[in-house]
């Protein structure tokens, strides 16, 4: 460094220089690095890859699959691409984010991401369908081919007649067996005349399953719909409250002398959440002695349809005391399924004698179950011989003094 004539400093010129050639030496490094790791690939190669070579759709959904267009050589190429094999019933074609591509240009030992877009036609219907890909160079010296297969599967569908049809946007629920489910179905007239249609249901035995108009409350068994006219009413379905878990379902129908329809709804029944707690001789209470372990028992019994996952117990308890169950948990509770967990409760070394409250929790996620134990704190018994003996001590030193004092 040099000094200027007011005392500040400036870099050297030697410095500046010392950095560029630094800078210089990593990157001729890193260009060399580069080269060598070029050397090792061939000197031309390309592939097209979906990312998925099978996917599964239902009936009228379209299919997006990503391509990976790769040029493994060691020079950049031009590839061109093409859907060379396109089923009956289709639509496809490559993009990217918004246009169709016929070519692309690939460095070399890098990927591009294109898309296939396949579309389904009006009248396609189940089966499986496979599309080509082909990929080639500008000078057609390299050719990279690759399929896809997709396959559309069958739905049920709603059975509809030409002068009545039947729709409901949800037609599978999902609930507790304590639940109470309702459907909305929209019935509509495609006759040219007024006409009465009849409800009907079929489900499964000791199910409860009623028709109400949309957002009222009284049951109806018919409908009077005008020519080309449709209503929303409502499918209230109570579910057999000993019923076990599983899908169940549900066929309305409707119908008048000149047309029928119907159509299938789906209860779906996770069972109901019940659990209980408490000890076998039903009482609540335990004695203890301050900062001694008290040991109790009790019961968790899962009186659900339901399996209960993962029964952990919690403890709400007065400062400093220590609460501990075993076991710490449970892992899975059947239904109808009882156990016993030990709990020991020690009160802290300070605590005065009297009665305190202990709160016991079983939760198991969806449901819990506390109880409240009382716990009566008595001072040590060790204590209480000490107080006798010191008594029985002061007794006899009193029945000495009076004998003494009696001899004078």
Same mark, same amino acid.
């Given at each position: 460094?040099?000094?200027?004539?007011?005392?500040?400093?400036?870099?050297?010129?030697?410095?500046?220089?010392?950095?560029?050639?630094?800078?210089?030496c990593?990157? /001729?490094f890193?260009?060399?690095?580069?080269e060598?790791?070029?050397?090792?690939?061939?000197?031309?190669?390309?592939?097209?890859?979906?990312?998925?070579?099978?996917?599964?759709?239902?009936?009228?959904?379209?299919v997006?699959?990503?391509?990976?267009?790769?040029?493994?050589?060691?020079?950049?190429?031009n590839?061109?691409?093409?859907?060379?094999?396109?089923?009956?019933?289709?639509?496809?074609?490559?993009?990217t984010?918004?246009?169709?591509?016929?070519?692309?240009?690939?460095?070399?030992?890098?990927?591009?991401?294109?898309t296939?877009?396949a579309?389904?036609?009006?009248?396609?219907?189940?089966?499986?369908?496979?599309?080509?890909i082909?990929?080639?160079t500008?000078?057609?010296?390299?050719?990279?081919t690759?399929?896809v297969?997709?396959t559309?599967?069958?739905?049920?569908?709603?059975?509809?007649?030409?002068?009545?049809?039947?729709t409901?946007?949800?037609?599978?629920?999902?609930?507790p067996t304590? /639940?109470?489910?309702?459907?909305?179905?929209?019935?509509?007239?495609?006759l040219?005349?007024?006409t009465?249609?009849?409800?009907?249901?079929?489900?499964?035995?000791?199910?409860?399953?009623?028709?109400?108009?949309?957002?009222?409350?009284?049951f109806?068994? /018919?409908?009077?719909?005008?020519?080309?006219?449709?209503?929303?009413?409502?499918?209230?379905?109570k579910?057999h409250?000993?019923?076990?878990?599983?899908?169940?379902?549900?066929?309305?129908?409707?119908?008048?002398?000149?047309?029928?329809g119907?159509?299938?709804?789906?209860?779906?029944?996770?069972?109901?959440?019940?659990?209980?707690?408490?000890?076998?001789?039903?009482?609540l209470?335990?004695?203890?002695?301050r900062?001694?372990?008290?040991?109790?028992?009790?019961?968790?019994q899962?009186?659900?349809?339901?399996?209960?996952?993962?029964?952990?117990?919690?403890s709400?308890?007065?400062?400093?005391?220590?609460?501990?169950?075993?076991p710490?948990?449970?892992?899975?509770?059947?239904p109808?399924?009882?156990k016993?967990?030990?709990v020991?409760?020690?009160?802290?070394?300070?605590?005065l004698?009297?009665?305190?409250?202990?709160?016991?929790?079983?939760?198991?996620?969806?449901?819990?179950?506390?109880?409240?134990?009382?716990v009566?704190?008595?001072?040590?018994?060790?204590?209480?011989?000490?107080?006798?003996?010191?008594?029985?001590?002061?007794?006899?030193g009193?029945?000495?003094l009076?004998?003494r004092?009696?001899?004078?």
């Amino acid at each position: 460094m040099t000094r200027r004539h007011n005392g500040s400093y400036i870099l050297t010129p030697v410095i500046f220089i010392i950095a560029v050639w630094l800078v210089t030496c990593f990157s /001729s490094f890193t260009l060399a690095k580069e080269e060598d790791k070029k050397k090792d690939l061939p000197e031309r190669g390309i592939s097209v890859t979906p990312e998925y070579t099978g996917v599964i759709v239902s009936e009228d959904e379209g299919v997006s699959i990503d391509l990976i267009v790769t040029n493994q050589g060691r020079r950049d190429e031009n590839i061109s691409l093409s859907v060379t094999s396109i089923p009956k019933g289709w639509k496809a074609w490559i993009k990217t984010y918004s246009f169709g591509v016929t070519g692309v240009h690939v460095k070399s030992d890098t990927s591009k991401n294109l898309t296939l877009r396949a579309e389904q036609e009006e009248d396609t219907g189940p089966g499986k369908y496979t599309f080509g890909i082909q990929a080639h160079t500008a000078d057609d010296k390299l050719t990279s081919t690759s399929q896809v297969v997709i396959t559309v599967k069958e739905e049920k569908k709603e059975k509809k007649a030409a002068g009545v049809k039947i729709t409901t946007s949800y037609p599978v629920l999902k609930g507790p067996t304590d /639940s109470e489910f309702e459907f909305s179905v929209e019935v509509a007239n495609k006759l040219d005349k007024d006409t009465i249609f009849n409800l009907s249901s079929q489900g499964p035995k000791n199910w409860e399953i009623n028709f109400k108009p949309a957002y009222e409350t009284k049951f109806i068994s /018919s409908l009077r719909l005008k020519g080309d006219q449709s209503q929303t009413m409502a499918v209230a379905i109570k579910p057999h409250p000993l019923a076990k878990p599983g899908e169940y379902p549900i066929l309305v129908k409707v119908n008048s002398p000149e047309a029928k329809g119907e159509v299938t709804l789906t209860v779906v029944l996770t069972g109901t959440y019940k659990l209980n707690a408490g000890t076998a001789n039903g009482l609540l209470s335990m004695n203890t002695v301050r900062g001694k372990e008290g040991n109790l028992s009790f019961y968790v019994q899962n009186n659900g349809s339901a399996t209960l996952n993962n029964v952990h117990f919690l403890s709400f308890k007065p400062e400093n005391w220590k609460v501990k169950f075993d076991p710490e948990r449970i892992d899975t509770l059947a239904p109808e399924e009882l156990k016993q967990v030990e709990v020991s409760i020690t009160p802290t070394d300070q605590a005065l004698v009297g009665d305190y409250s202990v709160g016991l929790t079983a939760d198991a996620g969806k449901i819990s179950k506390a109880i409240e134990m009382r716990v009566t704190v008595r001072a040590s018994t060790a204590w209480g011989w000490i107080g006798i003996g010191i008594i029985v001590l002061v007794m006899a030193g009193l029945v000495a003094l009076f004998i003494r004092l009696g001899r004078r």
